[in-house]
DNA sequence: ACTCCTTTGTTGTAAAAACAACCGACTTGT
DNA sequence: ACAAGTCGGTTGTTTTTACAACAAAGGAGT
């Protein structure tokens, strides 16, 4: 667990914690590090969990498959995010999506009711803790409110150009890149693949932005 | 604010918090409280906020219009019930949507970081507050990604039959009534609503539900 | 009772999306 | 080098949705 220290230094969740604070509040917090492989399901829609996570190697995708097989990308979860933070609750049902390593992945994981108890022992920085826990799940919130903006517009066009211009607006460029491939980028967007690569196509005919991969450029 | 203790004690944010220990809490955090009357903006998109709010009296609506005058109701928030929690955090740059009063409504304003840093003074309830002000986050999370469910539906009747089949299964009855209008529902779920109306006829033809203004049957 | 306004349902048309099937370019593994 | 699989783009057809316009029912206020 050791070897993850620098990333969870670098994480919202221990942002202002010193190494040597970190290290004795895995202890404190008793957390466990499991390993997955590519495929492998970190958790499954239905379930019930005490913990919340923090992915510390790989890549990891939240999403739901309906009645028909349409599969929603909910989230993608990069290096030193968390999850899980939002079904810790009291009477909380059940997990409402899979999550599922997309690469070989390590996660580490907490006891949220220790995180949220503060111990009577000395983690001094334990209060901290619970204050960046708190802005990371505020910060889940406002990302999902924006994937409900960009859903919520009628034409497959909106929904496009709603999400692009934010990347572009969040990456601070016109050219910017994007995480996902077109199926990924159509199961968050909850569009056709095929329909919205032809909207796409559209758009560039069209002079409004130009693409190569997951690299766009507004014009 | 006294008048509404009541109120307060019921909320998730008060859970288990005594009438005296709210009253002191309410000048240990000080608590400002704010009347509007119907129509009234509580809150506008773009706005940087410092506050998380609870609903006293009334019924607020926290809702979207995007460049084309689609409006998208995100939220319906009844008494008790808290608004702002997620645009309180280092950095969370500007308020993504309106928040509206429906009638007229009382709203008590807190200092979020007041809350989050547990103060030296005596407040032994403190931290009890914190933890219930995380619970609450997180389940406003969770009701986020469920209407995230439906919405990712590819059509109408799939997005109708998602949110009707939760309804029914939270007000564990197939008969059941939901909070909204047509046009809301409509907004709600983002698609037309003449188009939605159709299609609840025809579901209702088809044998599959009954309804009467926002009471519903699940056959 | 009357008017005004809101809510809901209905219909037809035009536009858009889903769907299916296919192709070519690239990767990956053997 | 080859085969299998993935990814992105294209096209044509079918289904669905949005949109517009209107009618009927009910409520609120005068």
């Known amino acids: 667990m050791k070897k993850y220290i620098e990333i969870l230094k670098r994480t919202q969740l221990f942002s202002g914690v010193s190494d040597t604070e970190i290290s004795a509040m895995l202890n404190c917090l008793q957390a466990k590090l499991l390993t997955f492989q ?20 790989g890549k990891l995708l939240v999403q739901h498959d309906d009645f028909w097989g349409n599969r929603n990308i909910v989230n993608v979860i990069r290096i030193g995010e968390m999850f899980g933070e939002a079904y810790v609750a009291p009477e909380s049902g059940s997990l409402l999506n899979d999550v ?8 580490i994981f907490f006891d949220v009711r220790r995180i949220l108890t503060v111990c009577s022992t000395a983690c001094r920085f334990h209060s901290m803790v619970i204050q960046n826990l708190f802005f990371a799940i505020s910060e889940k919130n406002r990302k999902l409110v924006q994937k409900i903006g960009h859903m919520s517009k009628r034409s497959t066009r909106a ?39 032809n909207e796409l196509c559209k758009m560039r005919d069209e002079g409004l932005l130009q693409f190569a991969k997951n690299q766009f450029i507004l014009l």
Chains 1, 2 share one sequence.
Do not use: W
Request: charged share 30%; net charge negative; with cysteine.
């Open 100 to 107: 599922i390593a997309e690469e070989d992945s390590a996660v």
């Open 38 to 57: 590519k495929g492998d399901y970190i958790f499954r829609e239905g379930e019930r969990i005490d913990n919340i996570t923090v992915l510390v190697k």
């Open 159 to 197: 929904k496009l150009l709603s999400y692009l211009s934010e990347e572009a607006k969040r990456q601070n460029s016109s050219h910017f890149t994007i995480p996902f491939t077109r199926q990924q980028l159509a199961d968050f967007l909850c569009v056709d693949r095929s329909a919205m690569s």
